[in-house]
């Protein structure tokens, strides 16, 4: 595990294709610029078979995800997801987590895509997070 004051990242069966001070500082980048209220921030980069039983867990849902947000200000990130959907989205690995980082952040932040109005407001702040990264 590698922190900060406000952020810790951990990895479980997954490397990351950057540093983990290079996460922590990108999630510390994104939580300034959502203007997140204090508090700590611990997020975990695993594997489908990681993210599957954490969502079957606390969300009652058996399958993969890319990223689950908890209230406690926990964020886990499926790494081999991103890395599928890099190939999918003609991205890199790296972007991939960016945005899952970015998603779960506003999550933690008060953001919801429950509706296509709040999906899209979502979206665009991702897009603004990315483009400030």
Do not use: W
């Amino acid at each position: 595990m590698v922190k900060t004051g406000r952020v810790a990242v951990l990895t479980e069966r997954v490397r990351l294709p950057f540093p983990k001070k290079t996460a922590i500082k990108c999630a510390e980048k994104i939580l300034s610029m959502v203007k997140a209220k204090k508090g700590r921030v611990c997020i975990l980069f695993t594997d489908d078979a990681g993210i599957k039983k954490l969502n079957k867990k606390y969300m009652k849902r058996d399958k993969s995800t890319d990223v689950l947000a908890f209230e406690t200000g926990d964020i886990a990130i499926s790494a081999e997801t991103a890395g599928k959907n890099s190939e999918r989205f003609g991205s890199t690995e790296a972007d991939e987590l960016k945005l899952y980082m970015a998603h779960g952040l506003l999550h933690l932040s008060g953001y919801d895509d429950t509706s296509p109005s709040k999906r899209k407001k979502m979206r665009r702040a991702e897009g603004r997070i990315l483009q400030g990264l």
